[in-house]
């Protein structure tokens, strides 16, 4: 089974100049906690309720002004469309990320591929992404 199976088409992504604020609020109203960071039509980075949270707070970035581009993770992990669902799973288990952007041949975005997604594959691949994303790591996850 390919990734565009089962992948959600509808994206929003979310410009490396909006505040933290308004993508949490992104975040809440989707029910999700990653968003794509997209600028000039490119896929620049990701950010999670977790580098909002951690990052932000930790590192006083929570007044209103502070962007997205300040806390997001520039490290991008991704999948094609045309790629099997167990290659989605093997690099959610090794990167230990629950969402991974979709990109095509051109690689311009065209879905994301979530944990929940690989549970209706009806494949064993949600159980081998599941056990890696919760091995212990030394490794601060960017």
Same mark, same amino acid.
């Given at each position: 089974?390919?990734?565009? &199976?089962?992948?959600?088409?509808?994206?929003?992504?979310? %410009?490396?100049?909006?505040?933290?604020?308004?993508?949490?609020?992104?975040?809440?109203?989707?029910?999700? @906690?990653?968003?794509?960071? @997209?600028?000039?039509?490119?896929?620049? @980075?990701?950010?999670?309720?977790?580098?909002?949270?951690? #990052? @932000?707070? *930790? =590192?006083?970035?929570?007044?209103?002004?502070?962007?997205?581009?300040?806390?997001?993770? =520039?490290?991008?992990?991704?999948?094609? =469309?045309?790629? &099997?669902?167990?290659?989605?799973?093997?690099?959610?288990? &090794?990167?230990?990320?629950?969402?991974?952007?979709?990109?095509?041949?051109?690689?311009?975005?065209?879905?994301?591929?979530?944990?929940?997604?690989?549970?209706?594959?009806?494949?064993?691949?949600?159980? #081998? *992404?599941?056990?890696?994303?919760? =091995?212990?790591? %030394?490794?601060? #996850? #960017?």
């Amino acid at each position: 089974m390919q990734i565009n &199976e089962i992948m959600t088409r509808k994206v929003d992504v979310i %410009d490396p100049n909006t505040t933290i604020r308004d993508a949490a609020r992104t975040m809440r109203a989707d029910n999700i @906690g990653a968003l794509p960071v @997209g600028e000039n039509d490119r896929l620049i @980075g990701m950010v999670t309720d977790r580098d909002i949270a951690m #990052r @932000g707070v *930790a =590192e006083d970035k929570m007044a209103g002004n502070t962007t997205v581009r300040q806390v997001m993770s =520039e490290r991008i992990y991704y999948c094609f =469309e045309d790629d &099997e669902v167990d290659q989605a799973a093997n690099a959610m288990a &090794e990167h230990q990320v629950h969402r991974l952007p979709v990109l095509n041949r051109d690689k311009r975005l065209v879905g994301i591929v979530a944990l929940a997604d690989l549970a209706r594959s009806g494949t064993d691949a949600v159980k #081998r *992404a599941v056990q890696g994303i919760s =091995e212990p790591t %030394d490794q601060p #996850r #960017r």
